[in-house]
């Protein structure tokens, strides 16, 4: 391995700002831009829900085949680097040890990027796919529900954390390896140079803030319409509206402020484990009360089915059905790529952090690999347990329309297992700690680039960011629901997306940078030694003779008395 050259354990300048509360050239460009977009909501929501839907269906139609096409790039560069002769490069000191152990950054890995997501579609996607499958997609009922599966786990595998992998490699590196601050402009340092410093870091940086808080507003807005879904479904709230909603992300936005304001090694930690152990039990229960062999066959089949099919379905942009396939994509596959792209800002800076002493390769091959194969068991247990209640069992998940209840598919299948309302109960805590987690996580990574790369910002900035979340759900909510929020995480994810294709570029200039000095170097070192073991075998063998120590028969000579 290379020692890392003192260049390297320079410390930069100071962004502008760092050295105070606030890097100003980034926190109040990023603040006005999301207090237009929440104001302009609020005051306006019929023109907000009409300009959403207008630009939806531009940036559809004209980008859908983009994001499709660099998601799918996203997954082939994060292969070749770690798996290829990059792979050995270290996420900090040559020999420094992981900062966690194994089990512990897989357990943070998982817990880092799907949240709410999860439990909002474990069971509707699946049951979605399954009643109005993908346009140009046929068969009977059981192929039908093979393929939803399969479908689903292209939205939820390799997909969104290679575009995790890109980011978080990208400002892991900057970061462990180069000792750079903690804010997004340093990832694209070997790309731009010092310009990193200049107005070109500063749009990076706020682009990241800007996709973030909107991101996680897209998070909290799924999260509160499934939690009022829930509460209908338990009778503890009839038909509840805007105003129920808007309650509800006010009550959880409180305690996500308090637990960012503790910091992240008290309430955001404790919240962690909570709805990671929560998690768990849900699901062990579901597995254990539901079809447990089916589930674990259907896990099997359906992941051999996924990688058979993932070249194919990775390019498929449904070009030949028309609108029907532009609609579609929008709902599902377009979207999708959007909220992984705009969450990724505050998903990569967490996976550098936790992350330091890795190698490229273990990187990779961790973020990939692990939470990939528990989100595929996850939508297993859950989806896979509501399409044979649905083929095979009572039925009732599907609507005689073909409808599925999105927001209520959930506690529909916990309904009718034993114990019913207690589980439902837990599944809306569930969704509750989930919420409050994505906000005080995002909201923390948020103040961090806010504040210049500061990993402790001030207790004022923290309650303001994790406040404006919860504000801009409440504002995309009231413009149109839940397309308005899906529509807004696809727009928000054009500009970073640019982003990202530059930190591919930025990782691989320093990586061949790095590779190319440590090939010199040990080319060096082997000619060295070649060089020392031919002159040892010559001496040996009597061909030369032993050179003398440097200087000792000069000492000699001068150490011999004049005249002697």
Known sequence: MVTRSGADRRVEPELPGQGGSIAPRVFWPALIVIVAVVAFAVIAPGTADSVI????????????????????????????????????IKLGPDDEEPEFGVWSWFAMLFAAGMGIGLVFYGVAEPLNHFASPKPGVSGTPTELAQQSMVQTFLHWGLHPWAIY??????????????????????????????????????????AAIVGTLFGVATSLGLGVTQIAAGLDFLDIVQDPGNWTKIL???????????????GVKKGIKWLSNINLSLAVVLLLFVLVAGPTVFVFREFV??????????????????????????????????????????????????????????????????????????TFLWFTVFGGTALWRQLFGEGGLVGEDGSVDTEGALFGLLDKLPGGPLV?????????????????????????????????????SRVLWA??????????????????LQTTAIVIALPFS????????????????????MVRIQRRLQRDEFTEHVSRSLIEDGLVDEPEPAGSGTRQANDTPRGS
């Not at 400002?171 to 402009?185: E, L």
């Not at 194919?312 to 059905?321: G, H, I, K, P």
């Not at 505050?346 to 550098?352: H, L, N, P």
Request: proline content about 3%; charged content about 10%; overall charge neutral.
């Open 424 to 460: 439902v109960g837990a599944a809306i805590l569930l969704i509750v700690l989930f919420f409050v987690t994505s906000s005080d996580s995002g909201s923390l990574v948020v103040d961090m680039l806010a504040s210049g790369g500061n990993p402790e910002p001030p207790t004022w």
């Open 498 to 517: 640019v982003v990202m294709l530059a930190m591919c570029v930025s990782t691989w200039k320093a990586f061949h940078a790095e590779r190319t000095l």
């Open 53 to 88: 839907k207008a630009v939806q269906e531009s940036i559809i139609g004209t980008f859908g085949w983009y994001y499709t096409l660099i998601v799918t790039g996203f997954v082939v560069f994060a292969l070749w680097v770690g798996f290829g002769h990059f792979g050995d």
């Open 165 to 206: 992998v890109v980011v978080g490699l990208a400002i892991a590196y900057a970061v462990h390896r180069k000792n750079r601050p903690v804010s997004i402009r340093w990832a694209l340092e070997p790309l731009l140079g010092k310009r990193v410093n200049g107005w070109l870091g500063d749009l990076v940086d706020i």
């Open 248 to 262: 509800l992300i006010g009550g959880i936005t409180t305690m996500a402020v308090i637990s960012v304001v503790s």
């Open 301 to 374: 089949q359906s992941v051999g089915l996924y990688f058979q099919q993932l070249v194919r379905l990775s390019f498929d942009t449904t070009a030949l059905q028309g609108e029907q396939g532009t609609t579609w994509q929008g709902s599902w596959a377009t979207f999708y790529w959007g909220w992984w792209i705009s969450w990724s800002p505050f998903v990569g800076v967490f996976i550098a952090r936790i992350s330091r002493g890795r190698t490229v390769r273990q990187f990779v091959a961790g973020v990939l690999a692990v939470p990939a194969t528990v």
């Open 467 to 484: 406040s404006l979340e919860g504000i801009a759900a409440i504002a995309l909510l009231l413009a149109g629901g839940l397309g308005a």
